[in-house]
Every structure is written in structure tokens, then in C-alpha cells.
């Protein structure tokens, strides 16, 4: 936790300090397994020198990987609490130094991340990077004390950036301890103050939300986990953890300290003096301009720019705006180094010649930009302030810091001129992939002349593996195998010390690094429901929510929700029927019809949703069945040819990729006929677990195929699978528009004969001339892509092969569970973490903004899609950019071109013949293209969450950071629809209910993608949630139908069975499970009234949110056992504090229904003292349970079974005191459930 305020130091305390000394072996008990390395000669001599003597050290000759190797010894031996900021000249370089580092240093490594300044009109940006810079600064704080301390990785850019003030960041930190007095209200009036957002449900940074005496908040220095702050009365009462998923609590703690959620903060007095501060020099800068001869449009421009921001601050909107105003918020010029200094930290610097470089390259490009804004009236003259010059910065770092600098080479202005000059020679470790055997001669020979060699490989099975062969091949040749990531080694000769990483031994790999994996269970049933959200009754039809009200009669008050349909109609749903509620989704944005009370209208609709899916659950289950029949070929376990070529995967695999490929290898390894759909977005891994499939095809002897619906998509593929299956002695082969016929022909016959091992083609490969001499393993790529004539033709072509789908269109869990065991389904979920944040922008179209945006990229060898989802419009836009930017390469995509030209653009694009393809939508979201990281979306108001959900994530796929610039026209007027519209858009850039959402839109087209056409129909009619209801009953229903004639069949074919006997044995069983199951399957129909008069419902002062209200009614309506119950009261006190009577009572009238149903209860009800248990007229009642309960010796000589009419239980004088009826219920049916719990264990032993 947080501290006071570091002390500063003076210079000279700072200077004469004993730094980068290594006299005496590194040993640290985290990092023992490298003791032997430090113990070596060389390195007892290296740095041996006082630092008294000299103001800066230059270390000239090791390459990147050794340089952060000698930094993690020197941090390790020193006897301070300094920290070392490593200076990267750009971001591709600081993220490699941080991979080294984290492999070489046990403490944390910390990348501190660049500004992106405002300087322009801009809505709202993504807060990632921000988030970041105030994690670093609070850690860095929180460690003052700590010798182990953080290493932070900061770039040119980053140091050029003004800061606020330091003292006023400190100063708006909150620590919160068990002693503390305040009112919950002024916490949260602080939490405001500081940036944070209020939510009904805090589950992102940033997030706070209160519920009576509970505030939860998410802060940025620990958003791993929430953080609940119980008050009583002014005082905190407790201070928990909770899971941001489950929203449960767990870890109590005594203190917290809680940072800002943004690094400008301004108080209300500062606001209203800003906001006067502005008006003047609006006033000032517009006389200015007129007198320098501006037109009138740039003053008005630049008043509208002045006027917008006082807007904001007057309404106290947000303050990214505030970026161009910072000389007047902060009067003091702040750098980060100013930062650094008062924190105590060590300057390490790389390539200070290139750094420079980049200091001048990054000034020039910013000065450029506010140059040709302040032309255009689109920003102040102050924003010139917010850029630290090079002169500024490296003055800080010669005379506030001791510099430790490396350097590649020796050179003029490699290193501050009084540097003490050291120099280590060392090279680049060798790659000994796919040439085994001269590694271990290699390691044999560092052996005999005594060399050290260690390994670093993090992945357990391949550290154990190799460990294996070492110990066959070059046994004690290696001195460690070390448990962590590093790509590439060094070797430095000097030393005798050889270090190799994973790319060394394995090929290029690179680590993902491992995150929180979100909660599957995206969107709960009604949190984004809203008043005026369209809503299903299975029996009423489409209506409109008006939200929830609390009726009393005379059984009580209860919360009731209201409907209102077609006609000024309106339905009181009592919550026990939630059930029957669901949200509308179709499958467009269009606005469904309200459906008429009464009216048989709405009853049509869902008979006919319903016979056709009847029909197609019939069908599906039928092809089932069927397909279980025909016998495939079974394939072997892997072989050694499949383990290595899964090893030249260049990424640790994802847990849902290692459960898929498992999928498959027990598809593949039974005799069963595959036929399994890999669902999972662009990048997320499907194409590697389809190589992986067809080359296991091709190590058994057979064939593989992969066919695929675009001829650049194919070439795509060819090529990938060509490089990895580099060394295997496999023939592979592409059949598309861009093979020659004579080539083409070549290839045909070599399937046939059989020398053709793989192929990847287009729809080239359904023609008839196709023919395979041993197909193996068909995979089709973008499934939905083909229709269904295709589809029929490959499985009538192929019947015994296996066939393995790809498709990037997500589907609903639920679908998926209602096709689980029918459709073989596997979901790739986890998206890979190699990736950075895109950095989002939200702004209105400005033309000087785009085109420094297209600049950035292209200067940095990157690409651009400018998106406009209008063809008129291209070519304008097309002129416009190519007379703005000289020498830009533009091209142009869009759905009405023919198909072969569209292909051949973007197969022009992906080699880098242009620079920005300016495209529609329509553009192929199947392709990886890494090399375009930025995205300039047109008129972005025009497109729905879900279509900008898409297209965001077309950039942003390698290592690079990527931006998306999501525009609007600032002159249009926009319609009420299209404003709401935006609003959403604004909020784009954090993952909130917004993007929760567009992707159950984009889930929702999936479902219909994979179920087809008729289907698609059926859901907008009847909505999506009811559709998959039905499709789960008649899907259940068929494969009960089929399971019966299956077993009828087989009665019928066993030769003397007793037909009677065994439904007799049937009978018998089914009766023992109904007594013994403690959830019996039921008519879901079947319902136990419990006419009894109490208040029972969830009160709108305990949960506020009608939406969490009605998800918490629908999972209390849900409970099944007495576990479920305590559970969810649990979960209920922890997240919304003491629970009221009536929520109670709702909880135990919950339990009791579902025990009162297992037992055929038709009505529970009072009679004078006395409880009545009335049993069923249609079911007999569960004579076992019931023997049960009558024996308790609890109850013995209270409870009476009457055998009149249906059978009743009377429970004689439970009703005298009318308070503790619900409870007495729920005692009883719990001693009933333990009872029967006890029984079926005996039985079962």
C-alpha cells in the first residue's frame, strides 16, 4: 500500500551515491538457479569501480538481450531503494526489453506507457494507456520502501509528454483504513472527484456503484479484483475483495489506497475559474487572428472550438478536452522525469544517439500537426506547451540522474561525454530449430572447453521434454533449464557463457501472456433491459417493459412487472412468472410489432416457429444418429512428426485452442466420422488447430484438404501451411484463380495418384474433376460462407471423411448448449494477449486529425483502412487523400465490384502495393492483415455497435500499437434515433453493457448463420430467447422419440427377451429416481401454489436497478435445493448488505415451491393454525418422499397424512405465529431434502 510522499534528494546525494557496482556473486533467493552464472571470473572484475569518480557509465558491445541481463546484476547487488527507468526509443524496442527483462529480474517490469494529447475537438478516447501511466506511478509509489523495486520502460515519446503536476496527483489519493470517519456519500462525492464513474454494477477500472450503506469500486491501481467498503452509520465497518465477475466477496483487508481514475484532475473552483480563463483568451486569440488576416471561417472555428470546451466544463461533461488547456491548469512545466527524480530513479538509456533522433523526429511530426490545426481555427497556441523539448530532457538527464547507458557500437553521441566507458563483446544466440543433432554437438563441444550453457523455456512439457533429450543426447552439457520466457539468447565469449531462449531451441515463438478470462456468461438475462426494451411473454407475445411495480392485496405485497402492448393493453406479470419473460433480440435493428392481448395473432406465430423447428430438430438429431453409424477411418495417436510440427506453433497455445485440438484428436483418433464446427473470431487461433488436424492426416498416410471461399483467403492459407510443414517431407499445393490451368491440372493429378499430400483451394475443389486418392481430413474455412448445396455435395462426396467446419461468427452459449451432443461444437473464446489495447477515438471528422493519423501509420511502414460505408462517396475521398499527401498509395474495395477484382485489390493490399485501402464494409474479415494498424471509420453514427464491434477489430492484430479513429459529421443534424445512437458510440471505447450488446447481435446473426435461412425468419419473429427455448424442448424431445424406437428396435431384435419384464424393470427404475433425484424432471408446466398471505419480494431501497432486480428474481425463482438457497442469500448480503424480511420470505417461498413440486404438491395453504400440503389430482404422489417426511422424528405426532380427494399432509399448529410460516416451509422441506440425500447414499454403497 500507498505511503507518504517520497523525499526528494538532492543532486548530489543522488550523484555520490555507490551505483552500478558488481563485486560479489548475484545470489537471490527467487532466482538461485542462476548463482553459477554470476560466480563467473568475468564478471567479479566487470563495473568494479566507484561511482564517486563519475557522473555516467557507457557499456558499449551487448546486444539487446545481454545489455538487460548485466541491468537485472547490477539492480540486484546495489544496497538502495532506487528504481531504474529504461529509456526505449520506441515502442517495439521497450517491448522486447521487457520480455528480457522479465526473464532476468525477479521483481516487476513495468511499461509506462505515451500520451496521446487531445489537441483537437475529440469526444472520448480509450483509457487503457492512461490507466496504465497511473498503475506504473502507484506502484512505483508503493514500493518506496521495498529494495526490490520495479523496473519501468518508458519511450522517447513518453518523455516528451508535459505531465500534471506531481503534488496535485498525489493529493487526490484516498486511503481508506478500518478507523476511518465518513459518510457513504462522501466517499462517493470523492470517488467522482478523482474520475471515477458511476455504474449499477462496478466490474471495469474505473467503476464504482453504491447500494444503501455499500459502495464497490474497482480502482486503477488494483483492478484485479473490486474492493467493497462497508459503512455504519459514518463509520467503515469492513473493507473486502470481491470478484469482478461473480461480484462475490472474499479477503477482508485493513487499509486501502485508492489512486486516480485519471491523471487531470480539477476541483469545481478551479472549473469555474478555467472556464472565465478560456472566455478571455477566446476573446483575445480572435481579435488576433482578424488582425493576422485569418478568414472568418478559422476565427468561427476556432470560437466553436472554445465555446464547445466551456460547454463541457459548465456541465461538468467529461475533461479529455482538458489536454489543450494544461498551461493554465498546471502553471509549472511537468515532465515525467520530474516524476522519476522525486521517486528516486536510475536513468538507463539505449542508444542514446537513436533516442535523440527520435526526440527530434517525434517534436517535428507534434510542432507539424498543432501547426496546420492552428491554420484551420481547430486549436489553441497553449497546446505548443504541452511538448518537453530535447534540449529540456537531456539536460534533466545529465545533470538529475546518474545515466547507465548501452550502446551496439561505439560512435560520436553514443553516450554522455563524461561516461566511463566499459565495453563487453557478445552475439546473437544461434537457431538450432529443425537441427537437432547439431545442437547437442554444439552443446557437447561448450562442454569440453568447460563452458556455461543454461536454457530458458517456460512451458513445462517442453522443458520436460527437452530435458529428456539432453539428458540422451548431451547429458550434463547444460548447467540450467530455467522456468521462464525468453525468445532469443546471447553468447558471450568473454564469459564462456552461452544463454539460449525458446526461439533458439523450438523456432520463433512468442508468449501469451495470461489473463482473467471473462465470465462466460457475457449478458445476464435482463441487465440491459430498460424501460421501453421490447419484451416476449410465451403467451401474450411482443410488448413494451414499463418497469417494475409494488402491488398489495390481500395475500400481501409483491412486485409485479408491467407490460404494455398493442392497443394501450396492459399485462401485471407476478414475478414467479419471470419465466415466461424473456428479452426481444432479433436478428436485425429493425422495431418488431406490439402484439394485441387477446388476439390469436401471436398464437399463429409461435405455432408455426414451432412445427418448423420441430421439423429441423427431427432432422438434426436424424443426421446425428446417422452419421454415428458410418464407420471413418481412426487414426493413430500422435506420432513424434505431429509433436514436433505442434512445437512450431510460434504462440503458447490458449486453454480453449489446447481443449479444441484435443476435440479433434479424439474425433480423429475414434472410428467415428468427424464432423465438428470451430467457432472463434479472426486471430483466436482456428487455423492452427486445422493445420494441426490435416497434417496428423498426412503423418498417417493420408490426404487433407482445406477449402476455403476466397481465392486470397486460399493463397493466405497456402502459404502459412507451406512455411509450417517447412522440413516435413509433404507436398502442398493451391488450387484458386491464381493457379494456371497447366497447373492446375498438375495438381488434380497428383491428388488422384496420390502425391499430392494437402491441398487448400476454393470452390475449385467441389468440381468434379477433383477426385482424392486417400482423403483423410476435410476442413472448410468460413463456413457460412458456403451454401448449403456445397455443403450437401462435400458430405455426399466425402461420407467417410472427416470434416472439420471453421467459422468466425460467434454463437450464443445457450444455442450451444442446446446443440451440445447433437452438432459437435468448439468454441475458441480466449483472445490472444500478445496483443496491445487498440486505442479507440471517438471524435467528430476532422480532416488535419485523419490525415496525421494516415502519416503516423504509413511513416512507421504500416497500413490504413479508411472506412466509408458509402460507394458515392469513394472517389471524392479517394482525390481528396491523394492531393493532401503526396505519394500516398491508395486503393479502393467495395461489394459492387466483380468478386476476381475485389480479390485482387486486397491480395495487392496484403503485399503492401498500397497504403490505405479506402473500402465499405464489405471487406473480407476472414483475412489477416497485422500490417494494418490503423482504422478511420466515416460516418460512424450510420453503423450499429455490432458492425463497429467488427470493424474495430480488423486492425490491431500484431504486436504494434493500433488506433481507430470512429468519426461523425459535426454539420449533419442528426435524427433522435442516430443521437442516442452516437451516444453508444461514445462509449465504444470501454467494454460496458455497449459492447456486451453488439456482440449477443453479432451471436444472435451466428445463430442464424448456423441454423439457416426458414430459421433466421422464425427468430425475428418470435424473438431469439423464446426461439432457443423451443429449440432446447423439441430438440430434447426428438432425441427421446429417437432413443425410444432405438430401444424398441432392439427389444424387438433380442431373441427371447420378455417384452412385459422389461417395462416392468423400466417402471421400477423410473419410480426409484423420482424418489430418490433431487431435481425429479417435471412437466415444466406443473406449478405448486402457495396461498399463503405474506410480503415477499425484493424491495427497490435494497437493489435499486430494476435490471439486477429482475436478473436476482429470475435466479432466486431458480433455487433447487437448500444449497442454492444459503448460496444466493449469501451472494445477496454480500453484494447488497442486511437483507429485509420480505426478501427472505420471497427466498424460502422460492425453495419451498421447488421441494413442494418434486413432491406433487398441487397447493400449500393455511387452515386456522394449521399448514396444509395438498397433493396433485393428476400425479400420485411421491409415496417414498412422502413416507419419508411422515417418519422424521422432528415432525412425529405434528404432521398427518389424510387420504382423502388427492391425499393431504396437515402440519398441525406450523400457522400459529403467520411471521415464521415461510421459515417453518423451508425447515421442513430442508430436513425432507437431507433425509433423502442420506437415503440415496446408503442405497448407492
Keep these: 500500500m500507498l505511503n507518504d510522499k517520497a523525499k526528494s534528494e538532492t543532486k548530489a546525494e543522488k550523484i555520490n551515491k555507490e551505483n552500478w557496482i558488481v563485486e560479489s556473486a548475484l545470489i537471490d533467493p527467487k532466482f538461485t538457479e542462476l548463482k553459477d552464472i554470476w560466480n563467473l571470473g568475468a564478471y567479479k572484475k566487470t563495473l568494479a569501480v566507484n561511482s564517486k569518480q563519475l557522473s555516467h557509465i557507457n557499456v558499449v558491445g551487448p546486444i539487446e538481450n545481454h545489455a538487460a541481463f548485466i541491468l537485472s546484476a547490477l539492480l540486484l547487488q546495489k544496497d538502495d531503494n532506487d528504481f531504474a527507468f529504461v529509456v526505449a526509443s520506441d515502442p517495439l524496442q521497450s517491448r522486447r526489453l521487457q520480455e528480457a527483462l522479465k526473464a532476468f529480474y525477479p521483481g516487476e517490469v513495468l511499461e509506462f506507457p505515451a500520451r496521446e494529447f487531445n489537441l483537437s475537438r475529440i469526444e472520448s478516447a480509450s483509457k487503457n494507456e492512461m490507466h496504465q501511466r497511473i498503475k506504473v506511478i502507484s506502484r512505483l509509489l508503493e514500493t518506496r520502501e521495498e ?54 454494477v462496478a466490474e471495469n477500472a474505473g467503476e464504482f456503484s453504491q447500494r444503501g450503506d455499500i459502495v464497490d469500486l474497482v480502482p486503477i491501481n488494483a483492478d484485479e479484483n473490486g474492493i467493497r467498503i462497508s459503512f455504519f452509520d459514518n463509520e467503515i465497518e469492513q473493507i473486502r475483495l470481491y470478484d469482478l465477475e461473480s461480484q462475490r466477496q472474499f479477503d477482508e483487508v ?65 475533461v479529455e478536452i482538458l489536454d489543450r488547456w494544461l498551461e493554465f491548469i498546471y502553471p509549472e512545466k511537468t515532465s515525467i522525469l520530474d516524476y522519476f527524480q522525486e521517486l528516486c530513479g536510475r536513468a538507463v538509456v539505449f542508444e542514446l544517439k537513436k533516442l535523440q533522433e527520435f526526440l527530434d523526429a517525434w517534436q517535428a511530426s507534434k510542432e507539424q500537426q498543432i501547426k496546420q490545426l492552428l491554420v484551420q481555427g481547430k486549436t489553441t497556441t497553449l497546446v505548443a506547451e504541452n511538448i518537453i523539448g530535447k534540449v529540456a530532457i537531456m539536460k534533466s538527464l545529465d545533470q538529475d540522474f546518474q545515466v547507465l547507458g548501452f550502446a551496439l557500437l561505439d560512435g560520436s553521441g553514443n553516450g554522455f561525454p563524461a561516461a566511463k566507458k566499459f565495453a563487453f563483446r557478445s552475439l546473437a544466440a544461434e537457431n538450432y530449430r529443425a537441427r537437432e543433432d547439431e545442437f547437442y554437438e554444439m552443446l557437447k563441444e561448450r562442454q569440453a572447453e568447460n563452458k556455461f550453457t543454461c536454457i530458458y523455456v ?107 402492448y398493442a392497443k394501450g393493453d396492459s399485462l401485471f406479470l407476478p414475478m414467479e412468472a419471470i419465466e415466461q419473460l424473456s428479452k426481444y433480440v432479433g436478428m436485425d435493428n429493425r422495431k418488431p410489432r406490439l402484439s394485441s392481448l387477446g388476439g390469436g395473432e401471436w398464437s399463429k406465430l409461435k405455432t408455426r416457429a414451432r412445427d418448423s423447428i420441430k421439423k429441423l430438430a427431427t432432422n438434426i438429431v436424424k443426421l446425428y444418429a446417422e452419421r454415428n453409424r458410418i464407420k471413418g477411418y481412426k487414426f493413430s495417436e500422435d506420432t513424434v512428426w505431429d509433436n514436433e510440427f505442434a512445437e512450431g506453433f510460434p504462440f503458447e497455445e490458449t486453454e480453449d485452442q489446447l481443449e479444441a485440438m484435443e476435440d479433434v484428436r479424439e474425433d480423429m483418433q475414434s472410428d467415428k466420422v468427424m464432423d465438428r464446427l470451430l467457432i472463434g473470431d479472426v486471430g483466436f487461433g482456428k487455423t492452427e488447430v486445422a493445420f494441426r488436424a490435416m497434417f496428423k492426416a498426412v503423418s498417417n498416410g493420408m490426404q487433407a484438404a482445406m477449402l476455403s471461399p476466397t481465392t486470397v483467403l486460399t493463397q493466405q492459407h497456402y502459404e502459412n501451411f507451406k512455411e509450417r510443414a517447412k522440413g516435413y517431407p509433404i507436398e502442398v499445393a493451391v488450387l484458386s484463380r491464381f493457379t494456371s490451368k497447366k497447373e492446375q491440372q498438375e495438381i488434380v493429378k497428383g491428388l488422384k495418384n496420390g502425391m499430392v499430400d494437402v491441398v487448400i483451394g476454393t470452390h475449385r475443389l467441389l468440381s468434379d474433376d477433383v477426385q ?92 490504413v483502412f479508411y472506412l466509408i460505408n458509402n460507394v458515392k462517396k469513394i472517389p471524392e475521398i479517394v482525390k481528396h487523400l491523394e492531393e493532401k499527401i503526396p505519394g500516398l498509395r491508395v486503393s479502393i474495395g467495395h461489394g459492387q465490384m466483380p468478386e476476381s477484382q475485389l480479390e485482387a485489390i486486397i491480395h495487392a493490399f496484403i503485399k503492401g ?33 455490432a458492425q463497429l464491434y467488427q470493424i474495430k477489430g480488423r486492425v490491431g492484430r500484431s504486436n504494434k500499437q493500433a488506433y481507430a479513429f470512429i468519426t461523425y459529421d459535426g454539420n449533419k443534424n442528426l435524427t433522435e434515433d442516430a443521437q442516442k445512437r452516437l451516444a453508444t458510440i461514445r462509449d465504444f471505447t470501454e467494454l460496458g453493457s455497449g459492447m456486451k450488446i453488439a456482440m449477443r447481435d453479432l451471436e444472435v446473426r451466428g445463430a442464424g448463420n448456423l441454423l439457416g435461412g426458414e430459421q433466421h425468419g422464425h427468430m ?130 422460492s425453495y419451498v415451491e421447488s421441494q413442494a413440486r418434486k413432491m406433487h404438491l398441487n397447493r400449500i395453504y393455511i387452515d386456522r393454525k394449521d399448514i396444509i400440503l395438498e397433493f396433485s389430482p393428476e400425479l400420485r404422489p411421491n409415496m417414498e418422499a412422502l413416507g419419508v417426511l411422515l417418519n422424521l422424528e422432528k415432525y412425529k405426532h405434528k404432521i398427518k397424512f389424510i387420504a382423502s380427494g388427492a391425499g393431504n399432509i396437515r402440519w398441525g399448529g406450523a400457522a400459529k405465529n403467520k411471521k415464521l410460516v415461510s421459515a417453518n416451509l423451508r425447515e421442513l422441506f430442508k430436513d425432507l431434502e437431507m433425509a433423502l440425500r442420506v437415503q440415496a447414499e446408503k442405497l448407492s454403497k
Design 913 to 945: 502495393e498500397s497504403d490505405v485501402l479506402v473500402c465499405t464494409t464489405i471487406i473480407e474479415s476472414g483475412i489477416d492483415m497485422p500490417n494494418v494498424n490503423t482504422l478511420i471509420a466515416r460516418d460512424a453514427d450510420r453503423l450499429g455497435l
Design 772 to 863: 482424392f486418392k486417400r482423403l483423410g481430413v476435410l476442413v472448410v474455412d468460413e463456413e457460412q460462407r458456403f451454401g448449403v448445396d456445397h455443403k450437401e455435395k462435400l458430405k455426399e462426396k466425402y461420407p467417410n471423411v472427416d470434416v472439420l467446419s471453421l467459422s468466425a461468427t460467434p454463437i450464443p452459449r445457450t444455442l450451444h448448449m442446446s446443440l451440445s451432443g447433437i452438432r459437435d461444437i468448439s468454441l475458441l473464446e480466449e483472445p490472444p494477449q500478445e496483443r496491445r489495447e487498440i486505442q479507440t477515438f471517438v471524435l467528430e471528422y476532422d480532416e488535419a486529425i485523419i490525415n496525421e493519423a494516415i502519416v503516423r501509420e504509413v511513416g512507421r511502414g504500416g497500413q
Design 458 to 564: 517456460a512451458d513445462d512439457s517442453k522443458r520436460d521434454a527437452l530435458n529428456e533429450k539432453l539428458l540422451l543426447n548431451a547429458p550434463a552439457a547444460v548447467k540450467r533449464l530455467i522456468p521462464r520466457a525468453l525468445n532469443e539468447g546471447f553468447v558471450w565469449p568473454d564469459a564462456k557463457l552461452a544463454i539460449f531462449g525458446t526461439e533458439n531451441v523450438f523456432g520463433k515463438r512468442y508468449k501469451r501472456n495470461k489473463r482473467r478470462k471473462k465470465n462466460e456468461q457475457t449478458i445476464k438475462f435482463f441487465s440491459d433491459l430498460e424501460i421501453g426494451s421490447y419484451v416476449v411473454h410465451e403467451d401474450h407475445g411482443i410488448g413494451l417493459y414499463e418497469g417494475i411495480e409494488t402491488i398489495t392485496t390481500a395475500s400481501g405485497s409483491k412486485d409485479y412487472i408491467k407490460v404494455s
Design 1020 to 1149: 425475428e419473429a418470435i424473438g431469439y430467447e423464446l426461439y432457443v427455448q423451443m429449440l432446447e424442448e423439441e430438440v430434447q424431445l426428438a432425441r427421446e422419440e429417437a432413443e425410444e424406437e432405438e430401444k424398441l428396435a432392439a427389444d424387438t431384435d433380442s431373441a427371447g427377451s420378455s417384452v412385459t419384464g422389461a417395462e416392468d424393470a423400466s417402471s421400477q427404475v423410473i419410480e426409484r429416481s423420482e424418489v430418490l433425484s433431487e431435481n425429479m424432471p417435471l412437466n415444466k408446466d406443473f406449478v405448486t401454489r402457495i396461498d399463503i398471505k405474506l410480503d415477499a419480494y425484493l424491495p427497490s431501497s435494497l437493489i435499486p436497478s430494476e435490471g439486477q432486480r429482475m436478473d436476482m428474481y429470475k435466479r432466486l425463482l431458480d433455487i433447487e435445493d437448500i444449497d442454492e438457497y444459503y448460496d444466493i442469500l449469501d451472494e445477496l448480503m454480500d453484494r447488497y448488505g442486511e437483507l429485509p424480511e420480505e426478501t427472505y420470505a420471497l427466498a424460502d417461498i
Design 147 to 200: 529494495k526490490l523495486r520495479p523496473i519501468v520502460l518508458i519511450t522517447a515519446a513518453a518523455l516528451q509528454q508535459r505531465m500534471p503536476d506531481m503534488s496535485s496527483l498525489l493529493d487526490r489519493y484516498i486511503k481508506i483504513d478500518l478507523n476511518t470517519i465518513m459518510e457513504p456519500a462522501e466517499l462517493v462525492a470523492r470517488l467522482s472527484d478523482i474520475g471515477y464513474k458511476h455504474s449499477e
Design 254 to 318: 485493513n487499509e486501502i489506497i485508492i489512486s486516480p481514475a485519471q491523471e487531470i484532475n480539477i476541483s469545481d473552483e478551479q472549473r469555474i475559474t478555467l472556464v472565465e480563463r478560456i472566455k478571455d483568451f477566446r476573446d483575445e486569440q480572435s481579435e488576433n487572428m482578424y488582425k493576422k488576416a485569418a478568414s472568418r471561417d478559422e476565427v468561427e472555428a476556432f470560437k466553436a472550438l472554445c465555446n464547445y470546451d466551456i460547454e463541457r466544463l459548465e456541465n461538468n461533461l467529461s
